[in-house]
C-alpha cells in the first residue's frame, strides 16, 4: 500500500527550548517567529506545556495522534513532553507561550484530576484580551527574572487561557504507517482525494482494505475523517478572508447551502459564526 508523495517543505531545526525555559519565577515564557509559507519545523517536544497561534498567517501542527490548523482567531495547546511538528501554511509570525508546570499541575488550570482536559492536545479560542496580554509579554532569550508587571500579566494570561472556549476541531491521525502516508496526502490536497474508491486505487489497496483501517485505527469511517480535513481546510481558508462561497466551491460542495449545513452538523455552529 503507498500514497502520493507528500509536498516537500523547508526543513528547520528548533529554536533552542532552553534559551526560553519557563521557572517557577517566571512562570510564562513567550517566544516570537517569523515562518514562510512551507517551512516544516522537525519534530521536538518540551518538559513544559506550550501554547502556540499565530499572529499572523496559519500553521498546522501536528502532535500526539492529532493534526491542528492555527489561525489568528485559535491556539493549540500541546502539554509536557508531546512530540510535535510545525508546517507553515501561509507566512506566518508564529507567538508560542512556554509554561512552568511542577507535578501537581498539568496545564494552565490549577485542577490535577486525571480528566483534566489539559493532559490532551486541544484547540480553544484566542480572545481580543489573551491576544493583546501575549503580545505585551516579552520575547527575550536566555535567563530572566520577572518584573511585577510580567507577574501580572503572566497571571492575566493564565486566568484567561483557563476560561478559553474549546473549539471542536482537529484531525486526528493513524499510527500505522501506510495508512498515515495516505492521511498526510489528503490532508495536503483533500479535494484530490473525494471518496474511498480514489484513495485505495492511489494507495494500491482495495476499499475494504482502507475502510478496515480507518475504523481500526481511527474509529471513523473515511468520509468522517475527510469532513474534519475539510473543516480543517475551510478554517485556514476563512482566516484569509476568503469568501464563504468560493470557500465551498473550492472544497467541492455543490452550493454554500451545503457547506453551511456540512459546518453546522459537524460544529454545531453556522459557518459566520464558527469562521468568524
Not at 78 to 105: C, F, G, K, S, W
Request: charged fraction near 20%; proline fraction near 9%.
Amino acid at each position: 500500500m503507498s500514497a502520493a508523495t507528500p509536498r516537500r517543505h523547508t526543513s528547520l531545526p528548533p529554536v533552542d527550548p532552553q534559551r526560553y525555559a519557563p521557572t517557577a519565577d517566571y512562570p510564562v515564557r513567550a517566544k516570537a517567529r517569523r515562518l514562510a509559507a512551507d517551512t516544516h519545523i522537525e519534530p521536538h517536544s518540551h518538559p513544559w506545556g506550550q501554547l502556540a497561534f499565530s499572529v499572523t498567517g496559519v500553521v498546522r501542527m501536528t502532535a500526539g495522534r492529532g493534526t491542528y490548523i492555527v489561525p489568528p482567531s485559535r491556539a493549540v495547546w500541546i502539554p509536557p513532553q508531546v512530540e510535535h511538528v510545525v508546517t507553515v501554511v501561509e507566512d506566518a509570525e508564529l507567538r508560542t507561550l512556554y509554561l512552568h508546570q511542577d507535578d501537581r499541575h498539568c496545564g494552565p488550570e490549577t485542577d490535577p484530576a486525571p480528566d483534566s482536559p489539559w493532559r490532551d492536545c486541544r484547540v480553544v479560542e484566542v480572545s481580543s484580551l489573551l491576544r493583546e496580554l501575549v503580545m505585551h509579554l516579552s520575547v527575550e532569550a536566555g535567563p530572566l527574572h520577572s518584573t511585577e508587571r510580567e507577574r501580572h500579566l503572566s497571571a492575566l494570561v493564565l486566568d484567561e487561557l483557563r476560561h478559553a472556549l474549546p473549539v471542536p476541531i482537529g484531525v486526528d491521525l493513524p499510527q500505522d504507517k501506510r495508512l498515515r502516508a495516505l492521511c498526510e496526502a489528503v490532508l495536503d490536497d483533500p479535494t484530490r482525494w473525494s471518496t474511498l474508491e480514489t484513495c485505495a486505487r492511489n494507495a494500491g489497496a482495495s476499499p475494504r482494505t482502507v475502510a478496515r483501517l480507518f475504523r481500526s485505527e481511527l474509529g471513523t469511517t473515511f468520509l468522517q475523517w475527510r469532513q474534519q480535513v475539510l473543516l480543517a481546510k475551510a478554517l485556514s481558508m476563512a482566516a484569509r478572508k476568503i469568501p464563504m462561497a468560493v470557500i465551498s466551491a473550492e472544497l467541492g460542495y455543490a452550493s454554500a447551502s451545503a457547506f453551511t449545513a456540512m459546518v453546522t452538523r459537524s460544529v454545531g455552529a453556522p459557518p459566520s459564526r464558527f469562521f468568524s
